[in-house]
T-cell receptor, first 114, second 118 residues
Framework: EPEVTQTPSHQVTQMGQEVILRCVPI?????FYWYRQILGQKVEFLVS????????KSEIFDDQFSVERPDGSNFTLKIRSTKLEDSAMYFC????????????FGPGTRLLVL | AQTVTQSQPEMSVQEAETVTLSCTYD???????LFWYKQPPSRQMILVIR??????QNATENRFSVNFQKAAKSFSLKISDSQLGDAAMYFC???????????????FGKGTKLSVKP
C-alpha cells in the first residue's frame, strides 16, 4: 500500500541553525500538508500546498518557515533559524484531490532544538 | 472558528471489552468531514475511520464504529473487542468541505489516551 515517507526520523540541531525536513507524498497525490505536534499537545496545522503554491497557512507558519516541492516527488519544510520552541514532531500529509477528504500522514520527524 | 473537544484525557478498557471515546465539535457549516486518527507510541498518525457529514449512516470499519449525531455535533468512537494493540492516543479531527481556495486543513482535538488491560 502506498504511504507517505519522511526523513530524517529524528533531527537534533542547535538554536539558530537551519533545518530541512523532507517528505515524499503518495505518488499520485496532489495536495500536501505540514502539521506539527509539540510534545503532549494536539496536532496543529502549519501549511497546505497545491500546484507549487501555498494554499493556506496558519499563524504558526511565519517567515521562518518555507515549503518547496523541488522535484516531482519531494516536499520539504525549511525552518531558517530554529528556536527552542520549534522542538516538535513534524508530520507531512497528502491527499489525492481537494475533494478527497482523507489526508494520509507520514511517520513524522522528531525535531529537537538545543 | 471550528473547534474540536475531547473531554476524556485518558480512558481504560479491559481486553475484549468495548470502549467509547467522546468527541464534540463546533461549526456553523453544514458540509464537513470527521475523522478518528490513532497515534501509537511510535507517534505515527494512522487513520481509523472517517465520516461524511452528509451521510446519515454511521461509519464502520471492522471493530471500529462511530456514533455521529449531527444536530448535537457529537462524534464518538466505539471500539469493540478491544485488543492490546489498540492502546494508543486517539485524536478526533474535523475538516470542512473545500470551497474557494481553501483545501480544508484538519483541526484536531487534544486527544484521548487509551490503555488496554490484559
Amino acid at each position: 500500500e502506498p504511504e507517505v515517507t519522511q526523513t530524517p526520523s529524528h533531527q537534533v540541531t542547535q538554536m539558530g541553525q537551519e533545518v530541512i525536513l523532507r517528505c515524499v507524498p503518495i505518488s499520485n497525490h496532489l495536495y500536501f500538508y505540514w502539521y506539527r505536534q509539540i510534545l503532549g499537545q494536539k496536532v496543529e496545522f502549519l501549511v497546505s500546498f497545491y500546484n507549487n503554491e501555498i494554499s493556506e497557512k496558519s499563524e504558526i507558519f511565519d517567515d521562518q518557515f518555507s515549503v518547496e516541492r523541488p522535484d516531482g516527488s519531494n516536499f520539504t519544510l525549511k525552518i531558517r533559524s530554529t528556536k527552542l520552541e520549534d522542538s516538535a514532531m513534524y508530520f507531512c500529509a497528502s491527499s489525492l484531490r481537494a475533494t478527497q477528504e482523507t489526508q494520509y500522514f507520514g511517520p513524522g520527524t522528531r525535531l529537537l532544538v538545543l | 472558528a471550528q473547534t474540536v473537544t475531547q473531554s476524556q484525557p485518558e480512558m481504560s478498557v479491559q481486553e475484549a471489552e468495548t470502549v467509547t471515546l467522546s468527541c464534540t465539535y463546533d461549526t456553523s457549516e453544514s458540509d464537513y468531514y470527521l475523522f478518528w486518527y490513532k497515534q501509537p507510541p511510535s507517534r505515527q498518525m494512522i487513520l481509523v475511520i472517517r465520516q461524511e457529514a452528509y451521510k446519515q449512516q454511521n461509519a464502520t470499519e471492522n471493530r471500529f464504529s462511530v456514533n455521529f449525531q449531527k444536530a448535537a455535533k457529537s462524534f464518538s468512537l466505539k471500539i469493540s473487542d478491544s485488543q492490546l494493540g489498540d492502546a494508543a492516543m486517539y485524536f478526533c479531527a474535523y475538516r470542512r468541505e473545500r470551497y474557494g481556495g481553501s483545501q480544508g486543513n484538519l483541526i484536531f482535538g487534544k486527544g484521548t489516551k487509551l490503555s488496554v488491560k490484559p
